[in-house]
């Protein structure tokens, strides 16, 4: 069944549960391609997301190329990159076509999603910046995007110096002072005292940065694991 993520707890649009419907029934129809392609449309604008649907698009482009849409696709491939960490990019890349991927804005996107894999921050908004035609035709692109940062801060730092935040996330100045103040509020943030880029940010702990917090059990091998061993070794 094909699974949809919609913000803000909204409920279904037609357009949605038509496509499910059509998928549910038979996903390999190219009849549906119009359908899917005015979904992806309605993810973008209504800022939802399925990602089923859409790899069920570019599954369907694979038999049918002549029909196409790269604007579809390059939408596609921002939604994707939107929802890291999750794997979604990595999934739709290899379902599309070796010479559409050459084409510039394919490649653009690709050194994007580098840049967000490998944490390199700073790089990704300079280049971002230069590609505001391809990432600001979706809504909520750079919302997305600063949470995925704050998702790598926390699990990587138990003190974040403000710099490395504000380098993150792309904001400065008041406006990072308000996102601060948002967090500290609702997310369980502490604002060490001090001005500047000095100022040290405490994130929650999790298991991640602090490993003590992590389950034995998680990394111990169960005894029936050991046993259906030793009949092999024998």
């Known amino acids: 069944m094909v699974q949809e993520a919609i913000n803000g707890g909204a409920e279904k649009s037609q357009l949605a549960i038509t496509v499910e419907q059509l998928i ?6 190219p009849d549906i391609l119009p359908d899917l392609e005015n979904y992806v449309n309605e993810q973008v604008s209504s800022q939802t ?3 089923d649907a859409n790899l069920c698009l570019l599954r369907l482009y694979q038999f ?14 921002v939604k994707a990159l939107m929802a890291m960490p999750a794997p979604d ?3 739709c890349l290899f379902l599309i076509p070796e010479r559409v991927q050459i084409e510039e804005q394919f490649k653009t996107l690709n050194v994007l999603s580098h840049f967000l894999e490998t944490a390199r921050f700073r790089q990704f908004w300079d280049e971002a910046a230069k590609s505001r035609h391809i990432v600001e035709a979706v809504s909520g692109f750079e919302q997305a995007i600063r949470a995925y940062a704050v998702h790598v801060l926390s699990i990587t730092y138990q003190k974040v110096p403000r710099t490395i935040l504000a380098e993150a996330i792309n904001i400065e100045g008041v406006s990072l002072d308000k996102f601060l103040e948002h967090q500290a509020s609702n997310n369980g943030w502490v604002i060490e005292k001090g001005q500047g880029k000095g100022q040290l940010i405490t994130l929650p702990p999790t298991e991640f940065n602090h490993p003590e ?8 091998v169960p005894l029936e694991h050991i046993t259906r061993i030793y009949p092999i070794l024998g």
């Open 89 to 91: 990019y990595s999934l």
């Open 64 to 77: 049918e190329p002549e029909r196409m849409s790269t604007p579809i696709v390059a939408r596609i491939l």
């Open 213 to 220: 917090l992590k389950k034995n059990t998680a990394d111990s």
């Open 49 to 51: 997301y399925n990602l």
């Open 24 to 29: 549910a029934v038979n996903p390999y129809n």
